[in-house]
């Protein structure tokens, strides 16, 4: 598992990043304004309330250790309009982030889309993806917690325009492309995206079909390749000469993000960016392999390295060993697989 330093926090906190590096330069009270009013303009609590129910009581950022699961939501202006069934989309990206309080460290852990696992919402197994597309952000969080056996504290629900948008206020953001790409744009135009293998400067919409790709590589591999565009949205953020452009940032991010996460729970976060060295992180990712289980294709993971991510994160979060609730699912329905998720 690679060790990595960086100086600005998770980019999906981006409120938290603004109101810090703004500071720097004068722009503090109106960033922080700006950052207020876009971060209560996106709150929205989970049906369970503050506190998840793997807890004995509600945690606190600036004493607790936590978690933050980071939800990129399959949709865009073309998918979420005139929909005759109504639901909800999937999930395309499900990252869970661990914050240890005593050494302000943090774990990334890339969960495949495709992983076959139980969802409580309809009682049986299915790609996690449809865990949002069953029942929204609650459905997801519940999913996750079962899954991994740890609490999922808070969320940050970002969709493609959000992605989209970030990235071009920045002007921009440079990725090393593993392999040339053609792909559709966000809404759905078939081959409208096209890279060259390299090093070079992506718009919002290219590093949007980076991170969604699935027909050049593995799951793995896609997971490795939201990791690093992430790494590359906050070096292009915390350069100098993306300040000015902060304001549009935050612009992007209160029109597109849904989290339940206040204010001033976003700003307890500080200690993790304000360490000598930056702030540190550590990637994990699920082992196991693809298959076809009943007709569909699913990302099976090995339930070896499902107990140690488990135990790692346990551990990094300070709880007891909870009951396997991964394996062992009372009640469990059928499969009824859905060709129409897939």
Do not use: C
Request: hydrophobic share 35%; net charge negative.
């Amino acid at each position: 598992m690679k060790r990595k330093k960086i100086k600005i926090i998770l980019w999906s906190l981006a409120a938290v990043l603004l109101v810090f590096v703004g500071a720097t330069v004068g722009y503090a009270a109106f960033l922080t304004d700006k950052a207020r009013q876009a971060a209560n303009e996106s709150h929205q609590s989970l049906e369970r309330g503050e506190k998840s129910d793997m807890r004995n009581t509600e945690v606190q950022p600036e004493f607790d250790n936590t978690s933050i699961l980071f939800i990129g939501v399959d949709d865009s202006n073309t998918r979420s309009n005139g929909n005759p069934t109504g639901h909800t989309s999937r999930s395309d990206a499900l990252v869970l982030a661990t914050f240890n309080d005593d050494d302000k460290s943090v774990k990334l852990l890339s969960i495949p889309r495709d992983s076959y696992v139980y969802i409580p919402e309809v009682g049986y197994r299915d790609k996690i993806t449809h865990a949002h597309a069953f029942g929204g952000t609650d459905a997801t969080v519940k999913t996750v917690e079962n899954f991994l056996n740890v609490p999922v504290d808070y969320y940050v629900r970002l969709n493609f325009n959000s992605f989209i948008e970030v990235i071009n206020s920045l002007g921009g953001v440079k990725f090393d492309v593993p392999f040339e790409l053609t792909e559709q744009n966000s809404e759905d135009e078939e081959d409208a995206i096209h890279l060259e293998e390299g090093y070079q400067t992506v718009t919002g919409e290219e590093a949007l079909a980076l991170v969604r790709s699935r027909q050049y590589d593995s799951d793995l591999a896609r997971g490795q390749r939201q990791m690093k565009m992430i790494e590359a949205i906050i070096e292009k953020a915390s350069q100098i000469g993306s300040i000015s452009n902060y304001g549009d940032v935050i612009d992007s991010i209160g029109n597109n993000l849904k989290t339940n996460l206040t204010f001033s729970e976003m700003t307890a976060y500080k200690d993790y960016v304000l360490q000598q060295d930056g702030l540190n992180f550590e990637e994990m990712q699920l082992e196991g392999e693809g298959g076809y289980i009943n007709g569909g294709w699913y990302y099976q993971v090995d339930q070896m390295s499902l107990l140690n991510i488990q135990n790692t994160l346990q551990a990094h979060l300070g709880v007891n060993e909870l009951s396997n609730s991964s394996s062992s699912f009372a009640g469990e329905k059928k499969n009824n697989y859905n060709n129409s998720l897939q």
